[in-house]
């Protein structure tokens, strides 16, 4: 081990490095599907032409301050007093001109390729094109699978490597979509749907986020897309279609039936949910026992459940479910968490 | 003081002052009160965010302190401060007795300070507004307390003071110009003032149109911006950004103005290419309202839209980087002296280039889709606002302190809150720009555990804390200077180039018992290379006309504060108590409008005999 210096050394910085550019799943600087690798080109593009920008400017600056510093017995030097110079002032004026070009051109080919409304028109329609609704709710998310008919929320689950068409709306007020790791953001906005596409490289779990202001629960708006292999994807399609919400143990059965009483007035726990979007008023709970987060912010465990069915508010102020349902008793919500566990696929 | 002999008590001085210097040191007096105020909701925010998960202000609480610190910063903190600086030098540069409307001046203040203290008492009666500086309709229709209404009047009561001023400084500059001073001798700051309220006269009428419209939503049953009664809240984010975007030039113009009139001061020499300053002032000036939807990336405009709103942002940097290198070029071969005040100034281009680079990288429409709503804007706009505002603010104040106040502020304290400052301002929002790029939102009152977000977080809470210690130094030099402090020279800087120089420190109330001749650009400084050392009158010494001081602007700023308690509490006219506040406020502002029409004012002179103490000498 000779190097070994060497190796702690790029170890070392490798370490810092990660530092600098975050958590795998959620970073826009580890892009991991098409939509966010060209807007990292371009990120990257302009962040070298601006740190030439910025690197000129240092090195005058720092010329000019510490060279023409006042000093001791110059007091009454007067400077030769200069109106200006239109070379170099046509110089800063052209060189700028110059990398604007050359950080606007792939600017406005990106801007036309990614909201190209012909081509994903045109993508919508082949055979095995996978579209997603996704209607943001204060605070939660729902995707629709329309080719399928199902409805489920909070983990979006996509094929790994295809073109995932989206087709986003605001259900109540405007909010935005966003998945670092796999695209930009574009608003939710109520008055019309907005259209994008992503995909993602490789199977993972991403995490996505509320990118516009909606209240007190904004921070809490997160969400998951979750790759999978193509077979996997296929057949969670089919899984889903007979996630009916039937409880299929002794204790889950209990809690389907207070679920029934308490909850079945804003959520649904059938994947095939006909009814329009905004009748839909809470997420809907087919596969919850699968979900990575509770409320989405979380980890999906008993104890978790139990907290949010007691006391919502405390886990995600101003959420629309608080109230809405009357007291429950420990029994009952123990009976309800092992219902809500047993909603899942894998059984 | 004047030797005139009307002593007031100190009070009533200023709630009946016409005079301008003494409106600049109401707007500075107000205007760093809600500073402190902003300044403190920051802290919390960064208190907040210090470690995940934290609890120390969350949901609601959280939003309420976010939504007031951007709007009490921008509207009640940084737009007060520049006026301060309008009102205190640009009569004194142009060699002028007064603004245009001295009346005007004064009921400006007060509705900006009356539109202020009314947003404020939100926090007092039961919630301060809650859907952020921008208040998005759709967000701000669902708001429930009572918040977004303080907002809504707030900020047009204030916003009328704010126009008012816009318009006074218009007709102050093109018609009360001494004797000589054209257009292009004007100083840069008399330039950017100029251009700024030309700013002010366009943008803010967009702001108010919005903000009527969505009161009207809230409080009075209409649907402009409810989509599901037909309406479209997008029109609202037009209109608000169509305000929105040239207010940062309307911030930042002055500070640049501010700069140009320091660096050249302090280097010793004529600021490097006047002529192309004044050109790429007026230029960015104009571009600022073609770029408006830069802030609407990713609404879905459209990739036409997109395109076109990115390119031409992208076109603002050229006039910008203009300005940068003619204030390197200024300093090149100067003999500069570092004061506080020059420290800021130079301090600003660097930390001002990062925050113009990133607005460029923003510019790109695709990367903006990333970069939207995250801290890297939340970075970037600080940068800008900080960076160049709030340092030209500081530079400002340390510079002209002497003119308005007849004393240096203490230059060791001064220093030293530089340091405190400059290294808090990095530390806070430098790394910020990552905390964005690795995935965090704006607006967000925690982060989950786990999400890589904690160290740079940390780091950001650290530097605000350096940040407020500086503020606190910056207060205690200001109690210390107006305690110990020696008495300024005139010239207090030895340095001036400008007409504000060429008169006592601080000015007396008529400003020039003379108005002087001016025959070139940096008017006292060519007199002083000609061996003269002061400025040749213009006029013979005469008596001098003086506005009457007057109450009226206060009361009739009182009676809209009035008004808007009815307004907000009308609960669609049902509430008569609160309709019957309405009207009255409104029968005192229209009563004032009425006794200041009725009322001939004439205004009274201060004769030629009580000037020569003093006067002349100045």
Known sequence: MKHWRLVSLISLIAVILSGCVGNPNQSTLIPQGEVAEMQYELMKLSTIIMVFVVAVVTVLFLYVVVKFRHRKGEEDVIPKQVEGSHTLELLWTIIPVILLIILAVPTVSQTFKLSDEKQIAKDEKKKDAIVVNVNAHLFWWEFEYPKSKIVTSQDMIIPVGKKVILNLKGEDIKHSFWVPSLAGKIDTNVEGTNRMWLSADKEGTYNGFCAEFCGPSHSLMQFKVKAVSQEEYDQWLVSMKDQKGQAVTADASEGEKIFQQSCIGCHAADANDTRPPAARLAPNLANFGDREMVAGI????????????KDPESMKPGNLMTGKYGELSDDEINALTAYLESLKIAK | MSSVGHKKPLIWDYLTTVDHKKIAILYLI???????????????????????????????????????????????AAMPLIFAFFNAIVPLQIGARDVAFPFLNALGFWLFFFGGIFLNLSWFLGGAPDAGWTSYATLALASKSHGVDFYLLGLQVSGIGTLAGGINFLATIINMRAPGMTYMRMPLFTWTVFVTSALILFAFPALTIGLALLMFDRLFGTAFFDASLGGNSMIFEHLFWIFGHPEVYILVLPAFGIFSDIIPAFSKKRLFGYSSMVFATVLIGFLGFM????????????????????????????????????WLLTIWGGQVRFTTAMLWSVAFIPSF????????????????????????????????????????????????????????LNEKLGILTFILFFIGFHLTFFIQHFLGLMGMPRRYFTYLPGQGLDTGNLISSVGAAFM???????????????????????????????????????????????????RGLDAL????????????????????????????????????????????YNDGLKNHTAVGVLILGLVITFGCMFLRSWIDDHGYHIHKEDLADEGVKA
Request: aromatic residues 14%; negative net charge.
């Open chain 1, 298 to 309: 979380a980890e999906n465990t008993e104890a978790n459940v139990k907290k949010w069915l």
């Open chain 2, 291 to 326: 770029v408006w939807a830069h802030h609407m990336f990713t609404d879905g405009l459209g990739a036409v839209a997109n395109a076109i709103f990115a390119v031409a942002t992208m076109a603002i940097a050229v006039p910008t980087g203009v300005k940068i290198f003619n």
């Open chain 2, 525 to 568: 400084w060519v007199e002083k290379m000609d061996g003269n050392g002061k400025m040749t009158p213009a006029e013979p010494l005469g008596d001098i006309h003086m506005p009457n001081s007057s109450i009226l602007p206060f009361v009739m700023s009182l009676g809209l504060f009035i008004a808007s308690f009815g307004a907000l």
């Open chain 2, 353 to 408: 280039v990062l925050g113009g680079v990133t607005g460029i990288m923003n510019a790109a429409a695709p990367a903006d889709y990333q970069f939207h709503d995250s801290y890297f804007v939340v970075a970037h706009f600080h940068y800008v606002i900080v960076g160049g505002v709030v340092f030209g603010l500081f530079a400002g104040a340390h510079y002209w302190w002497p003119k308005m106040f007849g004393k240096i």
């Open chain 2, 468 to 518: 407020g210690v500086a503020t606190i130094v910056l207060l205690i030099n200001v109690v210390y200077t107006a305690v110990k402090g020696e008495k300024a020279e005139g010239d207090a800087w030895g340095v001036g180039r400008t007409l504000e120089w060429a008169i006592s420190s601080p000015a007396p109330e008529y400003n020039f018992a003379q108005i002087p001749y001016v």
């Open chain 2, 30 to 76: 107000a205007g760093g009160l809600f500073f402190l105020v902003g300044g403190m909701e920051a802290l919390f925010i960064r208190i907040q965010l210090i470690k995940p998960d934290n609890t120390f202000l969350v949901g609601d609480a959280y939003n309420q302190v976010l939504t007031m610190h951007g709007t009490t910063m921008i509207f009640l």
